[in-house]
């Protein structure tokens, strides 16, 4: 498999595009990845793969099991409300953050007119605060194992979304506090919802070829 090349070390761009295709459901959690795998699908060598798996341990995306095994993580859909709690309260704090601190929101502006769904995302961003940044990033990451889909809305672009990003987003700049959390919880509804349609109508997993392992070919590179 070939990958669209970007800056940085090869490691993280291979890690980029394995991230993309875990957040999408390919290999689904559970299942086995394997450094030799990687390293043969993307023509790189294996350190290098090792090196790219190693990053997406440390997110949590993969998990090492004993004899250096890697599975996909499997986030259940039982867990996704308790997900959106966590992602909700993060997002409640960054938003009364801008609001206290007037921080520059021409980022979430953009991302409100060209990325409707990734505007949450970039609020918590624009809030400056480390924590809720890690929070609310493991947290989008976890979402999106268990939908198999990089966003929670199933239409990223819907006209009704891209209206609530901007309200928000001109809220927020208007640090007009009433506004800013009304249209907030009303995104929340609105990804609460997807999310809901999109476990009920989920398709049953699907064994995946790709990056996938022997049972013998997991050992750490030599």
């Known amino acids: 498999m070939t990958m669209a090349r970007r800056a940085g070390p090869l490691a993280e761009q291979l890690a980029h595009h394995l991230r993309e295709r875990l957040l999408q459901g390919d290999p689904r959690g559970g299942e086995r990845v394997s450094e030799l795998g990687v ?9 290098t793969a090792k090196a790219a798996l190693d990053i997406l ?60 769904d990734r505007v949450l995302e970039s609020v918590v961003e624009t809030a400056a605060s480390t924590r809720l940044a890690r929070t609310h990033r493991q947290g989008t990451l976890e979402l999106a194992l268990a939908l198999s889909r990089r966003t929670p809305f199933a239409d990223p672009g819907a006209p009704d979304l891209r209206v609530l990003a901007e309200r928000l987003a001109d809220a927020l ?50």
């Open 57 to 116: 341990v440390m997110e949590g995306l993969v998990a090492r099991e004993p004899y250096a095994a890697l599975r996909v993580t499997t986030v259940e859909a039982r867990d996704v409300p308790e997900i959106l709690v966590l992602l909700e309260v993060a997002e409640r704090l960054a938003v009364a953050r801008i609001l206290r601190d007037g921080p520059d929101l021409r980022g979430v502006r953009d991302t409100a007119r060209t990325a409707p």
């Open 39 to 47: 390293a043969n699908e993307y023509g790189v060598a294996r350190p």
């Open 173 to 222: 700049f208007r640090l007009d506090a009433e506004d800013a959390h009304q249209t907030l919880a009303e995104l929340h509804d609105a990804r609460r919802a997807a999310c809901t349609a999109s476990r009920a109508t989920a398709p049953a997993p699907t064994p995946s070829e790709p990056v996938t392992a022997r049972a013998d070919d997991s050992a750490p590179a030599r």
